[in-house]
């Protein structure tokens, strides 16, 4: 009897969380308008959370196209086939590293952020004030903090791309001694415009929406207490990072096994 008990609250309670989920986001989207109403809060969220992480997104983009580069060249070498270096990093990037680990560097670096501030502003009584002066604190604090994540990774992920495969010519060109010609043209012959850049700017927007929505939901629903902001990001960061690799896997079946 205690283990059906237990079953029947486990069912309840993860219903119950979808669907408060579900009603989170619809009250997002309802909100919505008020982006082109009051661009200026959509502006500010895309600096803070955008702009601020393009250095960041830089820097492990670079690392990441230089590791691509050194184990690829190792590999390829000994068939030799190391003129095709540039054309597997950029087919590595832009269809699966570029969205997944924009999307996790951004749910690190600025979902946390979301949800520690949105938190805070609970446990601090300054969403109850709002609601009592008669403002919609999800116009003022959701809907823009959510459209900025959405527009901000797909946006993160291509800045990302670039700089992988500057990391990769750096290591294959400059430093292995491949023909530049020939590195530069495995790129622009091999990856498609529709099949590889396309599916990897729609994965992107779609995790830029997970990412966003999950982090402001957890700083939403938490506890007016210290340790329920502190619950707050840690639960945006493993969720978010979850979220984005289960949804990946679904996506690279849709995208890329036909």
Known sequence: MITISKI??????????????VCFFIKILSCSSVIFQRPKLLIKQIFVLGNKSILITVISG???GCILGLQGYCILNKYKAED?????????????????????VFIGRAGTSMAAETAFMKAEEQIIAMEIMAINPA?????PRFWAGTISVPL??????VSGIIGGWIIGVIISGIDQGVFWSQIQYGISLKNDILNGLIKSIIFGI??????????????????GVSESITNSVVNGYLSV??????????????
């Open 210 to 227: 997970v990412a966003s929505l999950i982090s402001l939901y957890e700083g939403w629903e938490s506890r007016s207490t210290p340790e």
């Open 156 to 161: 993160l992920s291509l800045i990302f791309s």
């Open 62 to 64: 670079l690392f990441i």
């Open 84 to 104: 095709v270096l540039g054309f597997t990093i950029a087919l590595a990037l832009v269809r699966e590293l570029s969205p997944v680990v924009t999307a996790m």
């Open 139 to 143: 116009k003022i604090i959701l809907a």
């Open 245 to 258: 690799l289960a949804i990946n896997f679904l996506l690279t079946i849709i995208m890329f096994t036909k």
């Open 8 to 21: 029947i609250y486990w069912i309840y309670r993860t219903t119950s969380n979808i669907g408060r989920f």
